[in-house]
């Protein structure tokens, strides 16, 4: 009973709504976006699996340690023999009832069948059990009037057995049935499995849970836990080189040919040959995203450009992609002919021989590119980064394991019967594996208590989670547009592996922050338990030093633009592959958790990457202030410090490397006693996300094409024009400084050159002659001269350097 007490001891569940937190202005606000540390009871004790569950016996298991352990009550319903028929119909149509309490649970019915079969299970959380009789009720369906009582099983709940796992499923047993009253036995016998588990048991994601007794319809498997698979994803590299016999319509003139390849709905084109000829020749890649197995048709079409705004298809060729070779390196591919089928020819049987007899061809090199990785998630959060072809994976580094415990002060996402109702499950990604938690119902403080496992290939990567609303609980719902209705989100929260210790658990309660055109809000707190494991350390060593992408990338890479281009198309082909099990992972989840979005424009985002950049060169404008500080003496004893250190490092220039990366040791080891104990979560000044005007958050969540008045976008197109030009000026001033170090030597301006010329041969000499100990200790000193040598008014360099002429001048 200690396991339950500690559990009366957290925080009770309760229905509740909080405001949405925009603009936070007090220190309590700001408290509120922080991480916080907690304790929970992690790998509970179980109960002694030879004592009735409702006793106090227990003893100590391993399995899922990372959860809080929840307490089920197990009924499988496998099937039943020799019930009796209907009086008046003369066959049974069985089904069977489960009630335990003011919960019950039923079976589809199974028309004109005595031995029927159902082989379901049911599982009563323990928390919300109010009685202590389990009842199996077996009923005959009448299609007219009130359904037919034939018997049942009556089990006390004292007398259950516990199944701990690695254990054996509990063997089900045949139970005769009796009558209402349970004094008499009646025709018919059922077999059943009635046992205590949790949720480590192979039976809870396939078990209808009384937690959702309300969902009807296709909603049941919508509540369900699952693991997914992303579809295994191919580059499809498609070299066209050239075509022959390629004749047009109009024989009198020459065609502009040029190529177009479609997959699904990935469409390329060549450039257009530059020279019109019935030979063309271009020579170039298309690449595309496939996805195993593979269902679409590589079609290739050569057309004639006859008008700026007509094209003429002169051949066309379609081509499973089972035909192509797969290559794991940079190793050529055999190219091949294929003759193309006359577009809008070959319909009468004449002209069928004939285009047998002569007809165009294409000469292609196509092959599956199993040496790269096809990224489908924004290259920052990535979260795998192996080949395709699974004969170049190395041996994992490390095992991950979460424990996804449950959520705190969640926002109301919906009204149902008039009040306000979130019905949440989690989403985690990591590598290709999607994990999906069971939804718990009208509740804002869930708990799931699942945990899952993942291979680590490489600790520079991050697993991505999310919190949504299911709104579809009762299957065909309708949005308020009329349309169908989408999963809301609640928030994400990314932990990047490199930053979590080995072998430590951490349990920490994420704020689920989101940005919403009124600014953010925090819509409640995950709690994770975390755990991160290194196999090796020798090959966490080595994975340190390799490329954090497979070589492919390397030898022949991408363009921007086409990373980009494959990068949508393969979210989009992930999108639709989940969204095609069951039960369905949401387009709108996978887009979430993808950051489909996160290449439009913002100016917010601009604002905090501007200001990520200046904290980078804070720390060389600090040490610039120093230096000038100890130029201009504000501290003699820093400066006296500083000149002796610099006169040992001239004297001594062995010294300077050891120096140097003595100092940074030291650094290092003094840092680590204020090393960050938390793994980083999102932060809103970071984000730039608590100050932003609300006009530039209405801009950041406008579609693309915009759907704003004219008057909206004049302003906004207008204040980016102020913006940018800002950035010309910066832009200009840089290439400005540029340019005169190129005037040094150009004899634009003879007379500066001649100058610097002859500066140059003098220097070549007094550096040639002097010691460099001599030269360095005198320039040192020099820039180190008290304040009574020094002129306020700039150097001579600097003055010169000034005068010097850029390309302005030629500028309109």
Excluded at 28 to 55: C, F, H, I, K, V
Excluded at 273 to 298: G, I, Q, S
Excluded at 473 to 479: M, R, S, Y
Aim: net charge positive; aromatic share 10%.
């Amino acid at each position: 009973m200690n396991s339950i007490k500690r559990r009366q001891r957290g925080a009770p569940v309760t229905m509740h709504s909080v405001g949405p937190q925009v603009h936070p202005s007090s220190q309590a606000q700001d408290e509120d976006y922080n991480l916080r540390e907690t304790d929970p009871q992690l790998g509970e004790r179980w109960p002694n699996a030879r004592r009735g569950w409702m006793s106090g016996g227990e003893r100590f298991s391993s399995t899922h340690d990372l959860v809080e352990q929840m307490f089920y009550l197990y009924v499988r319903v496998v099937k039943a023999k020799d019930l009796p028929p209907s009086i008046l119909t003369s066959s049974c149509d069985p089904y069977v009832e489960v009630k335990l309490g003011n919960y019950k649970g039923r079976t589809k019915h199974i028309e004109k069948k005595t031995n029927p079969e159902w082989n379901q299970v049911y599982a009563f959380s323990k928390d919300r059990i109010q009685s202590s009789i389990l009842e199996v009720i077996v009923k005959d369906k009448d299609m007219v009037g009130r359904d037919d009582y034939i018997g049942r099983v009556a089990f006390d709940l004292n007398e259950v057995p516990t199944r701990v796992p690695p254990d054996s499923p509990l063997a089900p047993q045949w139970y005769r049935l009796e009558d209402r009253r349970g004094e008499g036995r009646v025709r018919g016998d059922i077999m059943l499995a009635v046992w205590m588990g949790t949720q480590a048991d192979e039976a809870f994601s396939e078990a209808w849970h009384s937690d959702a007794a309300t969902v009807y319809g296709e909603g049941v498997f919508n509540v369900r836990s699952k693991v997914y698979v992303s579809p295994k994803l191919w580059y499809l590299r498609v070299n066209v080189i050239e075509a022959q016999d390629v004749i047009p319509s109009d024989r009198n003139r020459l065609p502009e040919v040029f190529v177009k390849a479609q997959m699904g709905s990935q469409v390329l084109r060549t450039k257009i040959c530059p020279t019109r000829t019935t030979t063309p020749l271009w020579n170039e890649d298309l690449v595309f995203v496939a996805a195993e197995p593979f269902e679409e048709m590589l079609t290739i079409t050569v057309e004639d450009r006859v008008h700026p705004s007509k094209d003429e298809v002169l051949g066309k060729i379609t081509l499973p992609l089972t035909l192509f070779e797969k290559r794991l390196d940079h190793r050529p591919v055999h190219s091949r002919w294929f003759n193309l089928e006359k577009f809008g020819f070959g319909m009468m049987e004449a002209d069928r021989r004939n285009e047998l007899k002569f007809s165009s061809r294409i000469h292609l090199r196509i092959c599956l590119e199993g040496g790269y990785h096809v990224l489908d998630e924004s290259t920052m959060y990535s979260s795998d980064q192996r080949p395709t072809a699974r004969q170049l994976w190395k041996q994992p580094v490390g095992i991950l394991e979460v424990g996804i415990l449950g959520a705190q002060g969640l926002l109301p996402m919906k009204m149902r019967d008039g009040r306000g109702s979130t019905d949440a499950y989690c989403v985690a990604k990591y590598g290709q594996k999607w994990v999906r938690t069971r939804t718990i119902l009208d509740t804002f403080s869930p708990k799931w208590n699942e945990q899952y496992t993942w291979e680590v290939y490489d600790p520079c990567t991050v697993i991505t989670l999310g919190v949504f609303d299911n709104c579809h609980l009762g299957g065909g719902e309708k949005a308020t547009s009329g349309t169908a209705s989408r999963d809301s989100r609640i928030g994400k929260v990314r932990i990047r592996l490199s930053t979590l210790e080995a072998h430590r658990i951490y349990t920490h309660s994420y704020p689920l922050l989101v940005l919403h055109p009124h600014g953010v809000k925090k819509m409640g707190d995950l709690q994770l338990a975390v755990r991160f494991t290194s196999l090796s350390l020798a090959n966490m060593v080595y994975i340190y030093g390799q490329p954090l992408l497979p070589k492919m990338h390397y030898l022949r890479p991408f363009t921007i633009n086409q990373v980009e281009s494959l990068r949508y198309q393969a979210m989009n082909i992930v999108a639709v592959r989940l969204g095609r099990a069951e039960p369905p992972l949401r387009k709108e989840v996978v887009e979430y958790m993808l950051d489909v979005d996160s290449h439009m424009w913002s100016m917010r985002r601009s604002k905090a990457n501007f200001f990520r950049i200046m904290s980078l060169f804070s720390g060389i404008i600090t040490m610039g202030q120093w230096f000038s500080q100890v130029c201009h003496w504000k501290n003699p004893i820093t400066s006296i410090l500083v000149h002796i250190l610099f006169l040992i490092l001239i004297f001594y220039p062995e010294l300077i490397l050891p120096t140097l990366f003595l100092y940074m040791f030291l650094i290092g080891l003094w840092n680590y006693r204020f090393r960050p104990r938390h793994p980083p979560h999102m932060d809103t000044k970071l984000s730039w996300a608590e100050a932003v005007h609300p006009d530039e958050l209405d801009e950041e969540f406008d579609t693309f094409p915009t759907s704003r008045s004219h008057d909206v976008v004049r302003m906004r197109y207008d204040r980016l024009r102020s913006v940018a030009g800002r950035i010309q000026t910066v832009v200009g001033d840089i290439a400005t400084q540029g340019e005169r170090f190129q005037s040094l030597l150009s004899w634009r301006d003879t007379r500066a050159t001649s100058l610097f010329v002859v500066f140059s041969f003098c220097s070549a000499v007094v550096l040639y002659a002097a010691p460099p100990r001599v030269v360095a200790m005198v320039i040192g000193l020099y820039y180190l001269r008290h304040p009574k040598f020094r002129s306020k008014l700039p150097s001579v360099p600097s003055n010169f350097f000034k005068r010097l002429p850029a390309r302005t001048d030629s500028m309109l």
